[in-house]
Nanobody, 123 residues
């Protein structure tokens, strides 16, 4: 299983980034997908998830209204549009494949992970 995340970078507070994650077609077609993040010294936390068909999405309270998850089935790609970024959004962002078709929020229910992309937001 391959998951390749990209799109991170160094931005200022209030800026936007779009993260992308390309997945192998076999897993992308039938599984929900999610984004998690891990800041230094902290546990990996849920950010957003989307069901296999894109009809269901879930967000962490900390990003609700600022971030949007989407998927393009033709490109086997899931996106995370991150707007109005804050310094507390600084973390390594990981995409992952859910073990089922839904939009799960628990990292223990994800069984495939990408390598992560660094997002740094300066104040």
């Amino acid at each position: 299983v391959q998951l390749q995340a990209s799109g991170g970078g160094l931005v200022q507070a209030g800026d936007s980034l779009r993260l992308s994650c390309v997945a192998g077609s076999r897993i992308f077609s039938n599984n929900g997908m999610g984004w998690f993040r891990q800041a230094p010294g902290k546990e990996r936390e849920f950010v957003a998830a989307i069901s296999w068909n894109g009809q269901s999405t879930r967000y962490a309270d900390s990003v609700k209204g600022r971030f949007a998850i989407s998927r393009d089935r033709a490109k086997n790609t899931v996106y995370l549009q991150a707007n109005s970024l804050k310094p507390e959004d600084t973390a390594v962002y990981y995409c992952a494949a859910f073990r089922g078709a839904g939009a799960g929020t628990s990292k223990s229910d994800y069984n495939a992970w990408g390598q992560g992309t660094q997002v740094t937001v300066s104040s």
